[in-house]
């Protein structure tokens, strides 16, 4: 007959006994045995309502859930030629970006004959990764794609 340890419905250590006797009990208070960890020697059993046990574990896994962060990447797209102003307004937003937590991807854009100054559109990514500084890593360094060049960039 196999062995358990029992713990009653108030939380009370019963001690070890035969698998039936610890059914029995839960049955004459009307709930269910419930075998908590399998594993220990012997299992350790506790007496409970099999529907409330249910229902806890639904929302320890909820609020667990709810504390999740889930990371976006957000985009930001510049130009090789980007006015200082444009440029101000794209460098607040990474920043907010990267304080919430998300990542940046910055795709900086060749139109034309844009393409045979590729050197200007690196200054440009260059600056960027300068002024953000300390707060990020570079998860992607520049690289080029067709006509446009590509950053990614994650909180620290």
Same mark, same amino acid.
């Given at each position: 007959?196999?062995?358990?340890?029992?713990?009653?419905?108030?939380?009370?250590?019963?001690?070890?006994?035969?698998?039936?006797?610890?059914?029995?009990?839960?049955?004459?208070?009307?709930?269910?045995?419930?075998?908590?960890?399998?594993?220990?020697?012997?299992?350790?059993?506790?007496?409970?309502?099999?529907?409330?046990? /249910?229902?806890?574990?639904? @929302?320890?896994?909820? %609020?667990?859930?709810? +504390?999740? *962060? #889930?990371?976006?990447?957000?985009?930001?797209?510049?130009?090789?030629?980007?006015?200082?102003?444009?440029?101000?307004? /794209?460098?607040?937003?990474? @920043?907010?970006?990267? %304080?919430?937590?998300? +990542?940046? *991807? #910055?795709?900086?854009?060749?139109?034309?004959?844009?393409?045979?100054?590729?050197?200007?559109?690196?200054?440009?990514?260059?600056?960027?990764?300068?002024?953000?500084?300390?707060?990020?890593?570079?998860?992607?360094?520049?690289?080029?794609?067709?006509?446009?060049?590509?950053?990614?960039?994650?909180?620290?």
């Amino acid at each position: 007959m196999p062995q358990v340890r029992l713990i009653d419905q108030d939380g009370e250590m019963q001690g070890v006994m035969s698998a039936r006797e610890a059914l029995q009990r839960a049955y004459d208070v009307g709930l269910d045995l419930l075998e908590i960890s399998p594993n220990a020697e012997p299992p350790v059993c506790k007496i409970t309502d099999y529907g409330k046990y /249910k229902y806890e574990q639904q @929302k320890k896994a909820n %609020e667990a859930r709810k +504390k999740q *962060k #889930v990371v976006e990447i957000k985009e930001v797209k510049v130009r090789p030629n980007i006015d200082d102003h444009d440029y101000d307004v /794209k460098m607040r937003a990474m @920043k907010s970006f990267i %304080e919430e937590g998300d +990542k940046v *991807k #910055v795709t900086l854009r060749f139109r034309g004959r844009e393409m045979a100054h590729q050197d200007l559109g690196i200054k440009v990514l260059e600056r960027i990764r300068t002024e953000l500084g300390e707060t990020i890593k570079v998860e992607q360094m520049p690289r080029l794609e067709n006509r446009q060049m590509i950053m990614v960039l994650a909180p620290k």
